[in-house]
């Protein structure tokens, strides 16, 4: 069982800027790609960036709405994927999940291909 640890997330103004961090258990991180999702309620969650790992850690995805704005990176040595997030709008208020699989030549962005799950931290953009 992989845990994930999720922080970073608070209130921030329209414009202003949070990194989200995502520490892991496992002990072959490296090997796992890693996708930050969002959700809200009454909504599915989604997801907004994801990064391959192994052979494919050069493989990214966002979603239309973060592209230009958030970035994903991985720190192997820590076992941490980022999600720096900038000019936050309101629309980007949600609880963000971090997710992990082990490394595999699917979709980046479906959800539920993801195995182990982090328990959320919310991002509140006011305006």
């Known amino acids: 069982q992989v845990q994930l640890v999720e922080s970073g997330g608070g209130l921030v103004q329209v414009g202003g800027s949070l990194r989200l961090s995502c520490t892991t258990s496992g002990r072959t991180f490296g090997w796992y790609d890693m996708g930050w999702f969002r959700q809200t309620s009454g909504k599915d969650r989604e997801c907004v960036a994801a990064i391959g790992g192994g052979w494919s850690a050069d493989n990214t995805y966002y979603a239309d709405s973060v592209k230009g704005r958030f970035t994903i990176s991985r720190d192997n040595a820590k076992n941490t994927v980022y999600l720096q997030m900038n000019s936050l709008k309101p629309e980007d208020t949600a609880v963000y999940y971090c997710?992990?699989?082990?490394?595999?030549?699917?979709?980046?962005?479906?959800?539920?291909?993801?195995?182990?799950w982090g328990q959320g931290t919310p991002v509140t953009v006011s305006s």
């Open positions: 997710a992990a699989r082990g490394t595999r030549p699917r979709s980046l962005s479906t959800n539920y291909e993801y195995d182990w």
